[in-house]
């Protein structure tokens, strides 16, 4: 057991924070599967959409597993025969990290699929019962919808936090008796495979999930509106169940796979920055932190799902969602700064400022989603007018609106990563020498501590993205049930607000991943440099020589390249 002290503690805080994530998950299933469905025609046409739903789910899941199972033993001989050959490994210890990234490639990827198949399973059960509730008003509908979304939101985010977790746990207690240092680094390098195993699932969900949904919706219009005439909905198309499943295994559990890779491939990205001050500074808790500020989006989840849950009335749908984000955008602050506060109180106010900026930039960047594709936004109005004259005025009116609309996030992601890695280069770090170099793993540090804190607004987020295709799939119900015009009324806004949760869901995932790449392209130079060197007889001189030589000839891998890019992006 190479884990000890302050840093087996905050390991356990992750797990702890994994499970009580879990357990929110499962007790919001619980009140969800509690309320009315409905009556006997509400429920045949849910059975429909759930049948099919959980058909594609159950063909999907078997090809990924078993392409995941063919790819997961093909890494673990290709390691082997890597590290016993150009690496000069012994055996035994090469066929230990083989065999631990085999199997992390395969738990990363069980755990992505159950991620998305429980995203699947709450829409599926909450559809009908949020249409049950628009008999009750807009606002009962849409906590009802929450409440199902919750599930999406806690059960994604949970599961990455607690599978990373338990495996760097459980691979500690695996040391060979190598330098503690080395230890870590195979640790995280197993851990990787984790990683790959959910990168793999997210894209044949997110990909087959969105070709299915695509064809389904247009197919459904193509059909119904142009061919026979008649309503979106209308229980005569038999393609509108089609797009009502693709509603669920496209925009809920292909998005929800996706959320999965990107929260499990960031954290471990700043665990293996981490690594490289740890092994300038002999402190383990650089490497640790992630996962403690893991369990920061935990409780900043919670106190966003009741803040939405809590609101009283509302003039427009996304009024709920908008005070849930900022409301879990300050707790994450508060808890954020708690955490480093706690663990480095000699670096906690640089460490603040580098998360915070991640944390404010990704609540920018979805409000300002929100401005562009709100119901009651000016621009949307504007796009409406022009209909008016014609499709060919909509598709420009839309084409240059979206144009725009990508200026304000770039700005802020820009902005936010610039500041976080000002914010880790001007930390002070006692024993992590001097110059250009370590200033320069500093700030990368501090755009993963970025990373890391926009991430904690993830369980929020995925939870205001499953609300959508949950009140989309409400509305096509009480269509298809012929209920009053009334309760299809209380259902119409809530089915359009779930339009601009999916687009700030993609803002949100863009700009995690923008913010995110100088911090993975830096851990793909480490992990190059560590086995150039030879990864059992690394040393931190050896290290930083290689990451020099790296860093000078690299230029893509510099902050204000890559910000320069993202303002040059703009320019079209």
């Not at 979106?232 to 796979?257: L, M």
Request: proline share 3%.
């Amino acid at each position: 057991m190479i884990l000890s002290g302050l840093s087996l503690t905050i390991v356990l805080l992750a797990i702890a924070s994994g499970l009580i994530g879990i357990i929110a998950a499962i007790l919001l299933y619980a009140v969800v599967r509690g309320y009315p469905m409905g009556g006997k025609r509400m429920i045949e046409i849910w059975e429909a959409i759930r049948e099919g739903s959980k058909a594609y789910m159950s063909k999907q899941i078997k090809t990924i597993m078993l392409f995941t199972l063919g790819l997961a033993v093909a890494i673990a001989i290709m390691i082997y025969g890597i590290y016993t050959t150009a690496m000069n490994v012994e055996p035994l210890i090469a066929a230990k990290e083989a065999f631990l990234t085999g199997i992390s490639a395969l738990i990363g990827g069980g755990a992505s699929v159950a991620a998305a198949f429980f995203s699947m399973d709450a829409s599926t059960r909450t559809n009908v019962r949020t249409t049950e509730a628009g008999k009750r008003g807009s606002l009962a509908a849409l906590r009802v919808s929450v409440l199902g979304g919750g599930v999406l939101g806690f059960s994604v985010y949970s599961l990455s936090l607690l599978g990373l977790s338990i495996l760097f746990l459980a691979y500690s207690l695996l040391a060979t008796g190598l330098p503690e240092m080395i230890e870590f680094r195979m640790i995280l390098d197993a851990l990787a495979g984790f990683a790959f195993g959910a990168s793999l699932s997210a894209l044949f969900a997110q990909l087959g999930g969105g070709i299915y949904t695509k064809s389904a919706d247009i197919g459904a219009d193509l059909v119904g509106k142009v061919e026979a005439g008649i309503p979106e909905d209308d229980p005569r198309n038999p393609a509108v169940i089609a797009d009502q499943v693709g509603d669920n295994v496209g925009d809920c559990a292909g998005r929800g796979a996706d959320i999965f890779e990107s929260v499990t491939a960031e954290t471990l990205g700043g665990m293996i920055i981490g690594w490289v001050l740890y092994v300038l500074t002999g402190d383990p808790l650089f490497m640790v932190l992630p996962l403690a500020i893991g369990a920061v989006g935990i409780v900043s989840t919670i106190a966003g799902i009741i803040s939405i849950l809590s609101y009283k009335q509302f003039k427009e749908p996304f009024e709920p969602f908008a005070f849930g984000i900022v409301v879990t955008s300050i707790v994450s602050v508060i808890a954020y700064a708690a955490v480093v506060y706690w663990l480095f109180p000699g670096q906690w106010l640089y460490m603040l400022g580098a998360g915070a900026a991640g944390i404010i930039g990704a609540t920018l960047v979805v409000l300002s989603t929100n401005r562009y594709t709100g119901m009651k936004a000016r621009i949307v109005r504007e796009v409406a007018e022009a209909s008016r004259s014609g499709p060919a005025l909509n598709i420009l009116g839309g084409l240059s609106v979206g144009m725009r609309a990508v200026a304000e996030p770039i700005i802020i992601i820009a902005a936010a990563l610039g500041v976080a890695f000002l914010c880790g280069k001007l930390m002070p770090i006692s024993g992590a020498g001097e110059g250009w170099l370590i200033d320069f793993i500093k700030g990368v540090f501090g755009t993963a501590l970025a990373t890391r804190g926009m991430l904690s607004l993830a369980g929020t987020v995925m939870t205001l993205d499953g609300a959508g295709p949950i009140t989309d799939n409400a509305a096509g119900i009480a269509e298809m049930s012929g209920l009053s015009k009334e309760i299809r009324e209380n259902l119409e806004p809530l089915d359009a607000v779930g339009n601009t949760t999916k687009a700030l869901t993609k803002g949100y995932a863009m700009a995690s991943a923008t913010i995110a790449t100088l911090l993975l392209f830096q851990a793909f130079i480490q992990d190059y440099v560590a086995r150039e060197v030879g990864i059992t007889t690394l040393t931190p001189a050896a290290l930083l020589e290689g990451m020099s030589g790296f860093i000078n000839e690299l230029l893509l891998i510099k902050p204000g390249i890559i910000i320069a890019v993202l303002i040059g992006a703009l320019l079209p």
